[in-house]
């Protein structure tokens, strides 16, 4: 997600194959392409009012929020522009077993009748637990069974897309991250905090807030750590 050339790091992924190398050729097109859509809505006139109302209410927060999507603009035009034309960059290579294994796992787990279990240990065993997290926020299941709650619903979702994002990012290097690129020109939060745009619904130092990065946490531990089981509800 920070490679300075996404399309050459997808490339080489797709060649090198083996566990895991498709599944992140396949996140970053797919953040590349998400991105370039964030691009366009930031160019387009017809959006201008809800940036500047955006900005407004973020104001105080970073104060600079203009130019900083102006200069994640211009990264994510030069980043991810090839891939407005690629499409082979999301296929994988034909005796590449370890993306079909990916494939079949991420469908897998978009069928409520299918094993969840099943489908997260063949992810965790490619170091890619965190992927499910798209799924995992809308069928949601934890062990922790005071946490599955209809008032949790929105903090555990939170929590979950917080958690993929800080097991996948590079820590050292997490301002190139294209996600933080993308949710800036999106919501104009533009702090350098992939939390301040995830919690923004809970001000700093509220209850909820603290309890969500907790949650956060917990999750990217179990990412981290291939923790599958943490997941599965107990029967």
């Given at each position: ?172 290097n997490q301002s190139e991250d294209l996600r933080l690129m993308t949710s800036c020109l999106y919501s104009s939060v ?5 939390a301040s745009e995830v919690l923004e619904r809970w001000p700093e130092g509220s209850p909820q807030r603290a309890k969500a990065q907790a949650v956060a946490e917990q999750f990217q531990r179990a990412f981290e750590t291939g923790d599958y ?7």
């Amino acid at each position: 997600m920070t490679s300075p050339n996404p399309l050459a790091f997808v490339t080489q992924m797709r060649q090198q194959g083996g566990p895991g190398a498709y599944a992140m050729a396949e996140q970053v097109t797919y953040q590349c392409r998400e991105a370039l859509q964030a691009l366009q809505r930031y160019t387009d006139p017809a959006y201008a009012s809800l940036r500047a109302s955006q900005r407004a209410r973020n104001v105080g927060r970073e104060g600079h929020a203009e130019s900083l999507q102006a200069m994640s603009a211009q990264k994510i035009e030069a980043r991810c522009r090839p891939f407005a034309d690629d499409l082979e960059s999301d296929q994988p290579k034909s005796d590449d077993s370890s993306a079909k294994a990916y494939q079949e796992a991420m469908q897998l787990l978009l069928d409520p009748s299918k094993d969840l279990a099943t489908s997260l240990k063949a992810l965790a065993e490619q170091g890619q637990l965190q992927s499910a997290a798209v799924v995992l926020r809308s069928r949601y299941r934890f062990r922790d069974d005071e946490l599955n709650t209809p008032e949790n619903r929105d903090l555990l979702a939170r929590a979950m897309t917080l958690a993929a994002f800080n097991a996948s990012t590079d820590q050292q290097n997490q301002s190139e991250d294209l996600r933080l690129m993308t949710s800036c020109l999106y919501s104009s939060v533009c702090d350098g905090s992939y939390a301040s745009e995830v919690l923004e619904r809970w001000p700093e130092g509220s209850p909820q807030r603290a309890k969500a990065q907790a949650v956060a946490e917990q999750f990217q531990r179990a990412f981290e750590t291939g923790d599958y089981a943490a997941f599965v509800r107990k029967r």
